[in-house]
């Protein structure tokens, strides 16, 4: 069954190639690359036009003359692109594990089998690593503090977010569930995860299957979830409103009804646990 990948990039050129290199090296092999550039002005190009050239009809460059949509937009053309009966979702600076897109398929298929009409979203866990790939933490979700079971409740999903789009992959039911991307939706990954969830079924492979760099350049990264850190965060309420504004918006975007009321105490006592933990 084909799977399309789907990568974006941006001045990539330091990282993409042992990213490319990793999806060669996967143990499922029935996939194509969708790649579209954002306007970079490395070598990042040259790179995708080189491995174009050697893997031929398994990968599609798209090229337009809108540059620089940011990630969110950028992805979102090339959802809109692919007709795959299954969809991953690729970031230009990482290293897949070899079994990633076996694992992830495999609990696809597990999922449809307990509904095969119904959109579906599975992600997994990441190890952390530096920019030379030396381990930082085993577990990203724990690293972050962050459920995977999150998924399982709407206000939670919210507040604490465990799906990384670079882990995910959507059946085509979820594509429709899933376009388009409003202005006010703060990511694609977490977008796609309030309305797969809420409208059809999400799970997740409890172990990591790929290597998530943290390095200077990363457009979102992550900061490891300590006691300090949401105490602090806590403390300087004003500064905390207002990161939560775009996840207000996001859920005001949403075509099902929720109370911002919720959210709000979700969100204090999500984070005050934190501190004890």
């Known amino acids: 069954m084909?799977?399309?990948?789907?990568l974006s990039?941006?001045?990539?050129?330091?990282?993409?190639?042992?990213?490319?290199?990793?999806l060669i090296d996967q143990s499922y092999s029935d996939w194509r690359l969708l790649v579209r550039d954002?306007?970079?002005?490395?070598?990042?190009?040259?790179?995708?036009?080189?491995?174009?050239?050697?893997?031929?009809?398994?990968?599609?460059i798209f090229k337009d003359d809108q540059k620089n949509l940011g990630p969110?937009?950028?992805?979102?053309?090339?959802?809109?692109?692919?007709?795959?009966?299954?969809?991953?979702?690729?970031?230009?600076?990482?290293?897949?594990m070899k079994?990633?897109?076996?694992?992830?398929?495999?609990?696809?298929?597990?999922l449809e089998q307990q509904d095969p009409e119904s959109p579906v979203l599975v992600f997994t866990d990441l190890t952390v690593v530096d920019k030379n790939l030396n381990v930082l933490h085993p577990s990203l979700w724990q690293y972050t503090k962050v459920k995977p079971e999150n998924i399982n409740n709407v206000y939670r999903l919210l507040v604490n977010n465990p799906v990384v789009g670079c882990t995910v992959m959507i059946n085509k039911a979820a594509k429709s569930v899933a376009l388009p991307f409003p202005e006010k939706a703060v990511m694609h990954d977490w977008w796609m995860a309030l309305n797969i969830s809420r409208k059809g079924k999400a799970g997740?492979?409890?172990a990591p299957t790929i290597f998530y760099r943290l390095h200077e350049k990363n457009n979102l990264g992550v900061s490891e979830a300590t006691g300090k850190y949401y105490l602090n965060r806590i403390f300087h309420f004003p500064t905390m409103l207002s990161q939560n504004m775009?996840?207000?918006?996001?859920?005001?975007?949403?075509d099902f009804s929720l109370s911002v009321i919720k959210f709000l105490g979700y969100k204090f006592a999500i984070s005050f646990s934190k501190i004890f933990r």
């Open 246 to 254: 775009n996840a207000i918006k996001m859920l005001n975007s949403l």
């Open 99 to 110: 079994d990633k897109v076996q694992q992830t398929y495999d609990k696809m298929k597990t």
């Open 204 to 206: 997740f492979v409890p």
């Open 38 to 60: 954002d306007g970079s002005t490395d070598n990042t190009v040259e790179i995708l036009d080189a491995f174009r050239k050697k893997e031929q009809e398994r990968v599609i």
């Open 72 to 96: 969110k937009k950028s992805f979102e053309a090339l959802l809109q692109s692919s007709t795959a009966d299954y969809i991953m979702f690729c970031d230009q600076d990482d290293v897949w």
């Open 9 to 22: 990039t941006y001045n990539g050129e330091q990282f993409l190639e042992e990213l490319l290199q990793s």
């Open 2 to 6: 084909k799977i399309d990948i789907l």
